[in-house]
């Protein structure tokens, strides 16, 4: 599976740059260094923010699925285990999946978006080397 990371607007590289240059240009028409102090600190705290998160991606993940095809009236375990291998905490992680609308799922973290209808999630915290492994029933 292939790992994405997200970037906010504001901690794109491109609007990092537009700004360093815009506040490079008031600094020097003003002559006030209060432009040049802030956009230096914003781009510390996106630079300390982009090593972090570096840092903390070092997430696993493994699965086990019991039946690849479930038919109607059938069950169907999967057990899911995630791992944070760095010494860091992971505040925020969100496991997404898909499924057809016609499967329900007998756990109750499992949150619905209901704006697409049959993508799932859930929100968990991690500490520095934990582990979180749980077992999803799904019911055809």
């Known amino acids: 599976m292939n790992q994405q990371l997200v970037y906010t607007p504001l901690a794109e590289p491109f609007v990092m740059g537009v700004m360093s240059v815009v506040a490079v240009i008031l600094s020097v028409f003003s002559s006030n260094l209060l432009f040049l102090s802030l956009v230096f600190l914003y781009v510390i ?17 493994e699965y086990s699925q019991g039946n690849s095809t479930v038919f109607i009236g059938e069950r ?15 505040l925020n992680i969100v496991f997404r999946f898909k499924c057809e609308n016609k499967l329900t ?36």
């Not at 999630?121 to 999803?136: A, C, I, Q, T």
Request: hydrophobic share 35%.
């Open 45 to 61: 705290l996106i630079g300390a923010t982009h090593v972090y998160i570096r840092k903390v991606s070092r997430v696993e993940w």
């Open 76 to 90: 169907n375990m999967c057990k899911m285990k995630i791992s944070n291998k760095s010494i860091f905490p992971i």
């Open 105 to 140: 799922w007998n756990h109750d973290e499992i949150n619905k978006n209901h704006s697409t209808g049959s993508n799932y999630y859930m929100n968990f915290n991690l500490k520095g080397r934990e582990s979180v492994s749980f077992d999803l029933q799904a019911v055809a």
